[in-house]
């Protein structure tokens, strides 16, 4: 694997070099959307040949952290259209056209509100730059298109685990400080040889120097300082995702050789200059309460290098104690953005061979579409030591509105390159806990206990006895469902998890490892209390398989009363199944006419349709009993790879109920299979 090296922090320096070109790069001016195609139900209704787009959005807006999913529909090969606006938290909703159009105005309320007057002063007289850290040229080659395509399936097919968080708390005595002993042990050597060799050129340097930084997004970039315990002082960038959180590099304020986390953080929001002045229009915050990481950079970090793939690790948050208050709204993050085409900012100390406090900016495609699987995303973008930390920022087609897709970590010797985290699904459950923190304690998007209760749910400490949880969405529109899980035993809110999108009329179910690595649980209880927060109304299951035996049952309870669907099964087997768990329907005529039942049997994991099953003519109080090959073989459907499940619904209501009962042969025990929770928005 190539091994790069990251933008250095800056050791912070004296000289300043007049600017001899300087311009303004302003992103494009915000505008509301065309609601003018605005329809939730329209993108499960969308035509054929149509295209459907999902952007998943986390954005501080009024002071309050929002996750929605925005929906865009492409027809006839136009241009997409706004169609949904679903909110995933802090209350699930889809919103009407008119609550669309305020959430999006309040979205876009970008601005200064309490801005200071901007504060002049002179470069910090102890702040030298450091050298970037480089690697040669002959290290650096892109791999063949054979070989992207190995890496893509070597980084998709193995353990993949969401990122764990650490924390150091300013308070030693703090909870908070959940962060294992530290260790200097870390991986990759460092490039002593290049250390003290002279920079070299990134082919045609085309970063341009910000002068106006009192305007959005530029009053939320902002030049970051920090002090290690060993008393070397650095610079870095990072950006205002909140009135209290900085997002930035995880390697500006965690380095095993300088003794692990940073002792001192300082952020000057839109800082600038002019001539040999230093402008901090909203003068600077110190008083930081937490900072995060993840655990794996906190393990490697100290190396000048690291294989590609390493800097997916590389991401941190500094929380301040008071909030920012001179901007209004803040950059949403895009999770899994498709843009190909991104800008920087950042706080460089040298650009063509001058020195500066002053953030630069550059734009660039991405040159590496292959690291995507592996979390990273690298673009034809200039940098160099200072730049770490810096946003990577997409500009949104039907708003004008930048939004963030990731971070920078490492620069390379080449022309116009560098790279960093990619924020997706993988990171998404640990950057919203972070971005969503209050000095309160109250993470305001993700832990909560509103929405539906779910009890005495198993945790992966319990290896002979896993849960599973099943998630139906009937509606018209793909949701998702946010599950905060709580220690039994205390009741302490340990973490979220959010579903992945979950289509329209699908069921899929997960398993309780999965709702731990993406809730940021590392130390399971024995138990769960679960608080289950859809963006839809639906149904959950609750399913416990027993390793030791072999068998599953269906635990389901909750505090919502009316938990069943007489008309619908939700989880009942396919054929490929039978060998082990094989699935009985039974249909029961509680009437007294007269009955046939036509059933509709649906592929659980995109609610497509695959076959009818109509029962035989049932006699008041009688049943109909059927595995469920010989449903399949009566609806001529036969069960492709990975097809286990079927949703059964029955085609029109009729006096009576369906029942799922599933056989356990290793174990000979019977069980039902039927029981469901509604769920709803809160």
Not at 192 to 215: F, H, K, M
Not at 391 to 413: E, I, K
Not at 435 to 443: A, D, M, Q, Y
Not at 578 to 607: C, E, K, M, W
């Amino acid at each position: 694997m190539t091994m790069r090296s990251f933008i250095a922090c800056q050791w912070l320096g004296l000289a300043i070099a007049l600017v001899t070109t300087s311009a303004f790069a302003q992103s494009p001016p915000t505008r509301s959307p065309n609601f003018a195609g605005y329809d939730c139900s329209a993108v499960a209704k969308a035509p054929a040949g149509s295209v459907v787009t999902t952007q998943h959005i986390g954005q501080v807006i009024k002071g309050k952290y929002f996750e929605w999913n925005e929906y865009a529909i492409a027809t006839n090969g136009g241009a997409p259209q706004l169609a949904c606006i679903s909110v995933i938290g802090p209350r699930g909703k889809a919103l009407t056209a008119a609550q669309a159009r305020t959430f999006i105005a309040d979205s876009l309320a970008i601005g200064a509100l309490n801005a200071n007057a901007a504060n002049a002063a002179r470069a910090p007289a102890n702040e030298t730059p450091e050298r970037v850290k480089t690697e040669p040229r002959k290290h650096r080659t892109l791999p063949s298109a054979n070989a992207e395509r190995a890496m893509s399936v070597a980084t998709t097919t193995g353990s993949d685990l969401p990122p764990v968080a650490v924390t150091k708390s300013s308070d030693p005595n703090s909870p908070e400080n959940t962060a294992p002993a530290e260790t200097a042990a870390r991986q990759g050597s460092a490039l002593s040889t290049y250390e003290d060799a002279p920079a070299l050129a990134t082919g045609i340097e085309d970063r341009v120097q910000v002068t106006n930084t009192t305007t959005y997004p530029w009053n939320t970039i902002g030049y970051l300082t920090v002090t290690y315990p060993n008393g070397a002082s650095y610079r870095c960038t990072g950006t205002l995702v909140s009135p209290y959180v900085v997002l930035t590099a995880g390697h500006c304020i965690h380095n095993n050789n300088r003794g692990g986390f940073v002792a001192r953080v300082q952020f000057f929001p839109g800082q600038s200059q002019n001539g040999q002045s230093v402008q901090r229009p909203y003068g600077s915050h110190a008083d930081w309460q937490n900072l995060k990481t993840t655990q794996r950079w906190m393990q490697i970090s100290g190396s000048d290098g690291y294989p590609v793939t390493d800097y997916q690790n590389d991401f941190a948050a500094v929380q301040f104690k008071t909030p920012f208050t001179h901007t209004s709204t803040f950059m949403p993050v895009v999770f899994s953005s498709v843009a190909t085409t991104v800008t920087s900012g950042g706080y460089p100390a040298q650009v063509n061979g001058a020195n500066f406090y002053a953030p630069f900016t550059d734009s660039g495609s991405e040159r590496a579409a292959y690291l995507r699987p592996s979390h990273v995303r690298e673009f034809a973008i200039d940098s160099s030591g200072g730049n770490s930390g810096g946003p990577f920022w997409a500009t949104d087609l039907s708003t004008g509105r930048p939004q963030l897709v990731g971070s920078l970590s490492y620069g390379d010797d080449t022309d116009d390159q560098s790279g960093g985290p990619y924020y997706d699904a993988w990171n998404q459950s640990i950057l919203s806990d972070w971005i969503s923190w209050t000095p309160n304690g109250v993470e305001v998007a993700q832990n909560s206990t509103s929405g539906l209760r779910m009890a005495s749910v198993f945790s992966s400490a319990q290896p002979e006895s896993q849960s599973f949880i099943r998630l139906y969405n009937p509606s018209g529109a793909p949701g998702t469902v946010a599950v905060t899980l709580a220690d039994y035993a205390t009741g302490t809110l340990l973490g979220t998890w959010t579903s992945p999108t979950i289509p329209a009329g699908a069921s899929l179910q997960y398993g309780i490892a999965a709702l731990e690595a993406g809730a940021g649980i590392s130390r399971p209880p024995s138990f769960y209390s679960l608080s289950v927060r859809p963006t839809f109304a639906g149904y959950f299951q609750h399913v416990l398989w027993r390793t030791g035996d072999g068998s599953i049952t269906d635990l389901t309870t909750c505090d919502v009363k009316t938990t069943e669907d007489p008309m619908t099964l939700m989880g009942v087997h396919s054929g490929i199944l039978q060998t082990g768990y094989p699935s009985t329907v039974v249909i029961q005529n509680t009437g007294t006419t007269n009955a046939i039942v036509t059933l509709g049997i649906f592929d659980a994991r995109n609610g497509a349709r695959l076959g009818t099953y109509t029962s035989p003519m049932l006699a008041p109080n009688a049943q109909d009993i059927r595995s469920m090959p010989a449903i399949e073989a009566a609806a001529g459907i036969r069960p492709t790879d990975g097809m286990y499940h079927y949703i059964i619904k029955s085609d029109a209501s009729f006096t009576g109920f369906l029942q799922h009962l599933v056989r356990n042969i290793s174990s000979g025990v019977i069980t039902d299979m039927t029981p469901v929770c509604q769920m709803a928005p809160p």
